[in-house]
């Protein structure tokens, strides 16, 4: 049903910035929740970003304040705008839509993109 393509992933040096997009078909915008997770190297996925239907983002404590997550209904676009990156923030980063609850901290998605890789060095 829901079809979710990241980009914008690549290589950054610590303290930069980058902007990932989540782009969405067979997706009505306004009805899903939205988020953003990343997965590291051996390690677990975990969340990173939480947007509601009304608009409201929510920021998992390991990249609130230098995240932010918005979307671009005409364009059916979600995007994570990530700053001052650190080398730990290196990972695969997923984008992910549900249908039904949405709220800080939600793990469980319907729909998950392919993902997008991070490199952040030193």
């Known amino acids: 049903q829901v079809q979710l393509v990241e980009s914008g992933g690549g290589s950054v040096q610590a303290g930069g910035s980058l902007r990932l997009s989540c782009a969405a078909s067979?997706?009505?915008?306004?009805?899903?929740?939205l988020g953003w997770f990343r997965q590291a190297p051996g390690k677990e996925r975990e969340g990173v970003a939480v947007?509601?239907?009304?608009?409201?983002?929510n920021y998992a404590d390991s990249m609130k304040g230098r995240v932010s997550i918005s979307q671009d209904n005409a364009k059916n676009t979600l995007y994570l705008q990530m700053n001052s990156l650190k080398p730990e923030d290196t990972g695969m980063y997923y984008c992910?839509?549900?249908?039904?609850?949405?709220?800080?901290?939600?793990?469980?998605?319907?729909?998950w993109g392919q993902g997008a890789p991070v490199t952040v060095s030193s």
């Open positions: 992910a839509a549900d249908r039904y609850d949405c709220y800080s901290g939600k793990t469980a998605f319907e729909y």
């Open positions: 067979g997706y009505t915008y306004g009805s899903y929740c």
């Open positions: 947007i509601d239907r009304d608009g409201t983002p």
